[in-house]
Structures are given as structure tokens and as C-alpha cells.
């Protein structure tokens, strides 16, 4: 069905329906009762218990209404993905009649089962119990004839066990930081800073009935084989291209589904690559835009499936294309309104804004292996310091003139002076002039200041966007409390905001680059400055135990000791088994497809080559074609043969970090081989021999 056919849409009724939000809580609780929740939600204040059991009552109400006849605790335990169990609202009430019940007790407080999910040994088997406890500060909504209440999950011993609580102590410390910041600058108005994130998400869309016929991408998400197609982004047609029907009318289904769950899904395009394609939603509070992503990404998955499509989140789908990242858009806004990244009109003169790019800059610098630990996935080790995404160094994008006014302060030659802002002439009449902004953009940059926000576009499009967040959220907090230390003993405060800044330009300017970060210059200058360039995963996930950093999320108590390094031995695991699974993969679509198609076709062709030569012909042509391939069936079965001993050599390591290290390197050193020896094949066997749809059919088939 065209866009054309479609009936008219009413956004404005739609948008939230399917939400627990401020105008339901408004319509449908006591006046008392809803201000009380209000100040929960959106100043942080503790929960009133004796509101509870009026808000549960109010919120099963609203949802029967909805078609809900369960009820879950949703939950983002540490596996990238969300949890729930469903409960019905049935209870029995005798001689076999039921009520539709939902207690205070339930919306509060649930248990799971928390050996069954990932806990870095905080949990063994014989320790199950876990908690999920109600998360105020995100709205209830319903989907599919359930409730979903979003909650944190934690051990019985107390320990968080998801991204959501660290999140949300983050958060916490950076407005007690902020807020101290602030009042010493004399902006004593201000009683709480909240970080927003938008989120720009990127993904694949290719045929179902394609997909159904890759063993790769269904197990792994990506395929491990596939020989570069003769025309992949070479012509640059796809970016911001025409939306083709079918994708649209996906674009369209997706764009409801998300505005009835509340979740402003503002901008959509072609990407780079054929086939694939972003959704941006605007901003909201970081524990919010967190949630939302991840009901963006489950939504993608369903919607796709009904309309015929499989979607890819993965970092790297297809080699030799450009994979899918996705881009953490972060701000701070305090309670009053303020922007506290708007440069304003003349931004070498605001003070408030200054002291905050030193705030990042300093974070930013001391704790870039953190942030460069956050955007860690195993899929994003195949996108990284590519042509399409950030190198493995961290940096920060100013621009020029933000760069040239932080130093002259720090070099004491600051002047005031109102800068003439540029217009932009297009040399035709009939096109009005506009106003320029102050820098260009450098997508090059992992953290790039755009105007009245920074870009972190090192996140791979499969990651929850939590640790991302918890990392600025900490560094920051950090950055403020060291500052608003200096400021609330400074004699003169302009005084000291000048030293500020002079002392963080002479001792993290090292962080800001305005070039080129793709170019090999950068990474060797980077090198000589002192910065980390961490190039793999295993390496990124080191960080997460190093002493400094666990002294950082101690001091804020974001996480323990002890939850650093369960989340270390989590993501190591993880990193393990994926690599694990797509080498098993690989093994099983070489011996049971590749080869059996390569060896056919090569039989074949010998045939052809000797009914040729019983006639007379000439077949010494054939006769070569036939002795490559069967070259390239050797050389693949002698890579088998060296992945098959790589597989066993890491399940006979004993330790997970040993395991991780040698699929780093080894394992997967001995894929790529075999993945370059069936790539070859690929490129001279017959079409109809091949056993599986190649890239061309993939990308270009949509």
C-alpha cells in the first residue's frame, strides 16, 4: 500500500495514547495524590508510600481500559536487551468467579529470577532471588495487551543487576554536583540539572524471505561471508535519497506504533548505505530517551517482520559497506529552563557556559577511556576507524572559535567584544540570505560540540545508550564538584572562573582536535600527546576495572567495587560466547553449504571440460578455471580445518578472560581467513550454485 492510499492521520489524538503520562496521572488521580507523584518523577523526591495503593488502582484502570490484561515489571538486565515477566490481573474471588486486581505492593516491588541473567557472579545458581522495584521518573504504558512498568533490577544483596540503576544514580549525582555548581556562579535558582538525550538510530532493512535463507543473519546478525557487490554507496544515491514505497510504509506503521507509546520519532532518511536507513526522536530526559530506545529498537524488529522485512541493528551487517552506528545527542537543562549549553549571543563573554566546556573537556580527557569503554560492543570492533565512524581515540570537536576564545582567556587576553554574526548568500535573488552558525560540523569527531549540544557518535546501533550516559553523567559530576569546590573558597568568583579555565586549557587541552579524525596523522599525533587508543573491545572493557575509574563511580556512587567488576567479567563473557557463536556459525555454513555448493559446481565444470576434450575442443581455458576452483576449495577446507582447532583451543581455556583475549585475536584472526577464502570462491562459482543470497540480492532487492 502507497503513502498516497493512506487515511488521514490525527497525531494530536494518537500521540501518547498508549501512555501512563502526565495528563492521564492529571485526568484520573486526586489532586494531592498527583502532585505528590509529580515531585517523585520530576524533581527526584522519595515516593510517598501512601499514594501507592491510589496510583496502582488508577493505573489498572487505565490500562483494562487500554485492552491490558497483564500486568509486567519491564526491566533492562546487563544482556543489551529488556526483560519482563507477565502477570494477569485475574485473582479468584470464590464459586468461581474472579476480580481484576492490582495491589501498591505489585506496582513497587517485584522478584525475577536473577541467576538466569547476566550477574558477573553476583548471583549463582543456588541464588536466585532478584528484585525489580518501580521507576517513578519513566511513564507506564501499555503494548501487545500488557502493562509494562519500567523498574530498576537489582540482587538480593542489593547490587544492581541492569543499566537503569546505575542510569538513575548518575543522574542523581550529576544534579547534586550541578546544583552546587551553579548556586556558587549565583544562579541559586536553579534546585535541579537533568542531562536530555536524542538519539539518532541507524539500521538495515532487507527482504525476509532473503534473510530466512542466511543462517548468519538469522544467528548472528551480520553475515559472516559475502563478497563485495559491484555497486555498494560507490555513487552516493542512497543518503537522503527518495524512500522508496515499501520502506515508507514501514516508516509510516513504525512512527505510529512509537507516537502512541510517547516516543517523538521526529526525523527519518535514507543512510549512507543501500538498505539502510535513521529514526532521530527528540530529546528527553536521559532515563527516558534510555527506555525509548530501547522500545525503538524492539518496535523496529516487530514492525519490519509484519511488512515483510528482517531489520539488522547490527554494527556491521555487510564488509565493505558502512555499518550502523548510533549518535548520543546529550544537553543539560536545569529546572528553571536554561540551556546550560547555549553559547547565547556572545558566548566568549558567558562564564556559565565556558566553565561547562571545561567541565567536558576536563571529564572528557581524564575519563575518555571510560567513554571510549562505553561505545564497546563486538560488532562496533568491525565499524570503528572506518570511514564512516570515529577512530578508537577519544576527542572533542569545539570549532575554532570556541577553541581560540578559551584560550586567549586562559592566556589572560580575553576582550569583550560582540561578534557580527555571518549570513550566508547563495547567489540567487529569489533564495533569502541566513544566518551561519558559529563552526562547521565535523563528523569525524567522536564528541563533537553542535551548537548547544555534544554528539557522541561512537555508539554502535545494537548498544543500550545506559553506559554512555552514565559515563558523561559521572565525569561531569566529577568535573562540577572539583569546580564548585574552587568557586564556593574563591574570594572573587570571576577571578576564579578565569583560573579555572587557564588551568583546564594547560592541563586537558591535549583533548581538542578540530581535524580530520579519520586521517592516520591524527592517530599518530594522538599517540604523541599522550592519549589512549584502545582498539578492540577486550582492551575497552580493561577500563572498567581500572582503579582510577572505580575511585570515579565510588565517589558518586554510581557503582561499587563490586558492580564494576561483575559488569567487567559480564561484557567479556558476552564478548566470548558472540564470538564463539559466529565461528560455530561459520563452521556449519561452510561444511554443510559452502562447500558442498563449491564442490558441486567444480565437478560440474570438470564434466563440461572433459566432454569438450572427448570432442576436440580446446578446454585447457576450462581446465584452468576448474583447477581455481578446486584451489579454493582446499584452501577453504585447510581454513576449516585451522578455525575448527581455534574453536577448541578457547573452550579449553579455563578462564573467561583468557577465552576473550584469544577470540580477539586468534579465533578471529582464523575467521577472517576463512571468510576471505569463501569470499574468493564466491566471485567464480556459478550463481546458481551459490547457497545463499548474495549482497547484490540483499541490498538492492528492497
Wanted: with cysteine.
Amino acid at each position: 500500500m502507497s503513502n498516497s492510499n493512506h487515511e488521514r492521520l490525527n497525531v494530536a489524538e494518537i500521540f501518547g495514547s498508549q501512555v501512563f503520562n502526565d495528563t492521564v496521572m492529571r485526568r484520573r488521580l486526586p489532586k494531592a495524590v498527583y502532585q505528590s507523584l509529580v515531585k517523585t518523577s520530576g524533581q527526584g523526591q522519595t515516593l510517598d508510600p501512601a499514594i501507592a495503593d491510589i496510583v496502582a488502582n488508577a493505573m489498572k484502570d487505565w490500562a483494562i481500559e487500554q485492552g491490558a490484561t497483564h500486568y509486567a515489571h519491564w526491566f533492562q538486565p546487563m544482556n543489551n536487551a529488556t526483560a519482563g515477566k507477565h502477570d494477569a490481573f485475574l485473582s479468584t474471588a470464590g464459586e468461581g468467579t474472579v476480580t481484576l486486581e492490582f495491589s501498591s505492593k505489585a506496582l513497587v516491588k517485584g522478584e525475577t529470577d536473577s541467576s538466569s541473567f547476566p550477574s558477573g557472579g553476583l548471583r549463582s545458581t543456588f541464588e536466585a532471588r532478584g528484585y525489580t522495584a518501580w521507576d517513578p521518573t519513566s511513564p507506564a504504558f501499555v503494548r501487545d495487551g500488557t502493562l509494562y512498568i519500567p523498574t530498576a533490577f537489582c540482587s538480593y544483596t542489593g547490587e544492581a543487576m541492569d543499566t537503569k540503576t546505575p542510569l538513575l544514580r548518575s543522574m542523581q549525582a550529576l544534579s547534586q554536583q550541578g546544583v552546587r555548581f551553579l548556586h556558587a556562579l549565583g544562579m541559586t535558582d536553579v534546585e535541579k540539572v537533568s542531562p536530555t538525550v536524542g538519539a539518532e538510530q541507524e539500521y538495515f532493512l532487507v527482504d525476509r524471505e532473503l534473510y530466512e535463507k542466511r543462517l548468519d543473519l538469522k544467528i548472528c546478525g551480520r553475515t559472516l561471508f559475502g563478497a563485495k557487490p559491484s555497486k555498494g554507496q560507490d555513487l552516493d544515491d542512497h543518503y537522503c535519497g527518495r524512500i522508496r514505497l515499501r520502506v515508507a510504509d514501514f516508516m509510516r506503521d513504525l512512527d505510529i506504533r512509537l507516537w502512541k507509546l510517547g516516543i517523538v520519532s521526529k526525523t527519518k532518511h535514507n543512510e549512507a548505505a543501500p538498505a539502510q536507513h535513521e529514526l532521530a526522536a527528540e530529546y528527553s530526559t536521559a532515563n527516558i530517551a534510555c527506555d525509548n530506545n530501547q522500545l525503538v529498537m524492539e518496535m523496529m524488529r516487530t514492525v519490519a517482520k509484519e511488512h515483510g522485512f528482517a531489520c539488522l541493528l547490527h554494527e556491521k551487517p555487510f564488509a565493505n559497506v558502512n555499518g550502523s552506528g548510533k549518535h548520543n545527542n546529550y544537553s543539560l537543562i536545569t529546572d528553571t529552563g536554561v540551556n546550560l549549553l547555549d553559547p547565547g549571543k556572545n558566548p566568549e563573554e558567558n562564564a556559565v557556559f565556558l566553565l561547562i566546556l571545561c567541565a567536558f573537556i576536563r571529564g572528557v580527557d581524564l575519563y575518555g577511556d571510560l567513554l571510549r569503554m562505553s561505545a564497546t560492543c563486538p560488532g562496533n570492533d568491525y565499524r570503528l576507524g572506518e570511514g564512516e565512524a570515529p577512530p578508537s581515540v577519544i576527542s572533542i570537536f569545539l570549532g575554532s572559535n570556541l577553541s581560540t576564545a578559551l584560550q586567549n582567556i586562559a592566556r589572560g587576553s580575553f576582550c569583550s567584544h560582540s561578534q557580527e554574526k555571518q549570513m550566508m548568500d547563495m547567489g540567487v535573488q529569489a533564495i533569502p540570505n541566513f544566518q551561519m552558525d558559529e563552526s562547521d560540523r565535523n563528523r569525524t569527531s567522536p564528541f563533537a560540540f553542535t551548537g548547544n549540544k555534544f554528539e557522541f557518535r561512537m555508539v554502535g546501533s545494537s548498544q543500550s545508550l545506559a553506559y554512555a550516559n552514565v559515563v558523561l553523567d559521572t565525569m561531569l559530576a566529577d568535573s562540577f564538584s572539583v569546580f564548585a569546590d574552587r568557586l564556593e573558597k574563591a574570594d572573587n568568583v570571576e577571578v576564579e572562573t578565569q583560573r579555572i579555565i587557564a588551568d583546564t586549557m594547560r592541563e586537558h587541552s591535549r583533548i581538542l582536535f578540530n581535524g580530520n579524525n579519520y586521517c592516520q596523522e591524527w592517530i599518530e599525533e594522538a599517540r604523541r600527546r599522550g592519549l589512549p587508543i584502545i582498539r578492540n573491545s577486550v582492551d575497552a572493557y580493561r577500563t572498567f576495572v581500572d582503579p582510577k575509574n572505580i575511585a570515579l563511580f565510588e565517589r558518586y556512587h554510581v557503582f561499587s567495587e563490586k558492580e564494576c567488576r561483575a559488569r567487567y567479567e559480564v561484557l567479556i563473557e558476552n564478548y566470548a560466547k558472540v564470538r564463539h557463536i559466529e565461528a560455530s556459525t561459520m563452521l556449519e555454513m561452510v561444511k554443510r553449504q559452502i562447500l558442498p555448493a563449491c564442490i558441486e559446481y567444480a565437478g560440474r565444470v570438470a564434466g563440461s571440460c572433459n566432454q569438450l576434450k572427448a570432442a576436440g575442443i580446446n578446454s585447457a581455458p576450462i581446465q584452468g578455471h576448474v583447477q581455481l576452483a578446486s584451489s579454493g576449495i582446499e584452501e577453504i577446507i585447510s581454513s576449516v580445518s585451522r578455525l575448527d582447532a581455534a574453536v577448541s583451543q578457547a573452550d579449553s581455556l579455563s578462564s573467561t578472560e583468557e577465552k576473550a583475549v584469544f577470540s580477539s585475536k586468534e579465533l578471529r584472526e582464523s575467521m577472517d581467513e576463512l571468510r576471505r577464502k569463501c569470499d574468493a570462491l564466491e566471485t567464480i562459482v556459478d550463481q546458481r550454485n551459490w547457497p545463499m543470497p548474495t549482497y547484490t540480492d540483499l541490498l538492492h532487492r528492497v
